[in-house]
């Protein structure tokens, strides 16, 4: 197979300000900065009518070149606000999951950063602890710690 990894995800977000710090306190950097542009090419590639928009490239670790990338684009025409998904059950992809490794305590920072959790962190099949979250649009983001493999090895446990 010629196709190698995920390459980027891409996220609409109706203000570019204001979603960079949400993501940014996530972990993500931006490692490049698009501004307002588009053209006929990008508007036939992507299959819609004429458009425009800005965009942050960010990372969680942007010293791994191989690191799937997080496009955040505020799209200025077509201008459509109408809200992602009213829940999870839709078809496509409507939830992005991170992993983490101290899942409890993201969870407490972020939560006194006033984001607005689904439910408190859950266990899931007795290994896999998860908590979701809403960004500043409304996309679903997860967090997600793995305690146990299936095959019973310890995992997130420190060196």
Request: net charge negative; proline share 8%.
């Amino acid at each position: 197979m010629a196709i190698k990894a995920i390459f980027h995800v891409n996220v609409n977000c109706s203000n570019l300000e204001v979603s960079l710090p949400f993501y940014e306190n996530l972990g993500f950097e931006t490692v490049l900065d698009l501004p307002t542009g588009g053209d006929a090419s990008l508007a036939e590639g992507l299959g819609m009518p004429a458009c425009a928009g800005k965009a942050a490239i960010m990372m969680l670790n942007p010293d791994d070149p191989r690191q799937t990338r997080l496009d955040l684009i505020e799209w200025v025409s077509p201008d459509d606000d109408r809200p992602p998904y009213e829940h999870l059950g839709r078809l496509g992809i409507n939830r992005i999951a991170l992993w983490t490794v101290d899942l409890d305590g993201e969870y407490e920072r972020l939560k006194s950063d006033g984001v607005d959790f689904l439910s408190e962190p859950l266990f899931m099949g007795g290994h896999t602890k998860f908590v979701c979250f809403r960004d500043p649009d409304g996309t679903i983001i997860e967090l997600i710690e793995f305690h146990r493999s299936p095959l019973g090895d310890e995992l997130n446990q420190p060196a």
